[in-house]
């Protein structure tokens, strides 16, 4: 079915394939922020943002070293510690999230420092009202789409923070590597041939449950979003060690027929005793839960290794959606559920 590509192009009528096939080109865009993120005095740093504007923090926690205290914010309300030495970094792709919305302004009434990250709206309004540093990100079919665009605007306003030194030249190095990797996984490359189409098939039917270590948490975190909005299925994600002293023990008591998917994230960066527990659990398992289907991540670095992991993380969740006979793009629900906020 998947090496159908009239079939592919009537249920994926918004090309999210190519699109994410393309996403190398994200890393390459060049954000002119103005007014210019002014250096110094920076104690700490909240991001605030939803779904998959907050992923992009989630991942630049992973992929830079940020040498102040960053946290990322998924509510209404920041932290009771910020003041005027916080940086504050509100996104939104719409510029109309309503929880990011009510961020920017608790922190302008605290005097925070305050960037923008926004495609628009609201957001980006209050942004130019105001004079705070404003980033545009380019124009996606959805937010999801355009986490490398928003991890690029991430960097560029760190560095001009004096935060992080050429986080953003550090992004625009593996473009062609991830370019590389890309290939294998296009909708002309024959499922025989294609690693994507192939977890794709293994995991339709059921409710993946995506697993990590603390540094490929954010990947863990992108494949469940995938899962959730591309193929429309129910996902969940877990980390090592943490998964060792609580849900370790919730696989253990019920018949091993369930409906669930399990897939490892592996990586031969990860701390070596992590290593060991994904191979110990599995082993202690065997029986009592699915066997882990186990993704090796590709590339030399941390930051090579969690591109490959988002990039073949959204091939294949794309590819199962095909599966599922659906459209990858839409998410109709979440846009009902907003109207009914109102």
């Not at 923090?57 to 920041?78: H, K, M, Q």
């Not at 009510?102 to 990250?117: M, T």
């Not at 370790?248 to 018949?255: L, Q, V």
């Not at 994904?278 to 590339?299: C, I, N, T, Y």
Request: glycine share 6%.
């Amino acid at each position: 079915m998947l090496d159908d590509l009239k079939m592919i192009h009537s249920r994926d009528a918004q090309d999210a394939l190519g699109i994410a096939g393309k996403q190398y080109e994200q890393l390459e865009h060049v954000f002119e922020i103005t007014p210019q993120v002014k250096p110094g005095n920076i104690e700490n740093i909240i991001y605030a943002g939803m779904g998959g504007s907050a992923l992009a923090a989630l991942l630049a926690g992973s992929c830079f070293e940020i040498p102040v205290p960053f946290e990322v914010v998924r509510d209404y309300t920041l932290p009771a510690y910020v003041g005027e030495n916080t940086l504050v970094i509100t996104a939104s792709y719409s510029g109309n999230t309503e929880e990011t919305l009510s961020v920017f302004n608790e922190a302008f009434r605290k005097n925070c420092r305050i960037a923008v990250i926004a495609g628009g709206g609201k957001l980006a309004d209050m942004a130019n009202e105001h004079g705070c540093p404003l980033a545009i990100l380019p124009k996606a079919q959805q937010p999801r789409y355009a986490v490398l665009y928003n991890l690029v605007a991430v960097a560029t306003i760190l560095d001009e923070a004096g935060i992080t030194v050429s986080a953003r030249e550090k992004l625009h190095k593996p473009a062609e590597f991830l370019k590389d990797a890309l290939k294998a996984w296009q909708a002309d490359v024959p499922t025989e041939k294609n690693p994507a189409k192939k977890f794709a098939k293994e995991m339709v039917g059921s409710s993946p449950v995506i697993y990590a270590s603390s540094l490929f948490a954010p990947v863990a975190y992108k494949w469940k979003i995938g899962f959730n909005e591309n193929a429309k299925n129910v996902a969940w994600q877990g980390t090592y060690p943490e998964f060792n002293h609580n849900e370790f023990i919730g696989w253990s008591s019920h018949p091993i027929d369930k409906p669930y998917k399990v897939v490892d994230l592996r990586s031969n960066l990860d701390y070596p005793r992590t290593q060991k527990r994904f191979e110990v659990s599995d082993r202690m398992l065997s029986g009592k839960r699915p066997a882990a289907h186990v993704v090796q991540l590709q590339g030399t670095d941390v930051l090579e290794q969690i591109l490959w992991g988002v990039a073949f993380g959204d091939f294949v969740t794309i590819y199962t959606a095909l599966l599922n006979g659906l459209n990858p793009t839409p998410v109709e629900l979440v846009e009902k559920f907003k109207k009914e906020l109102q």
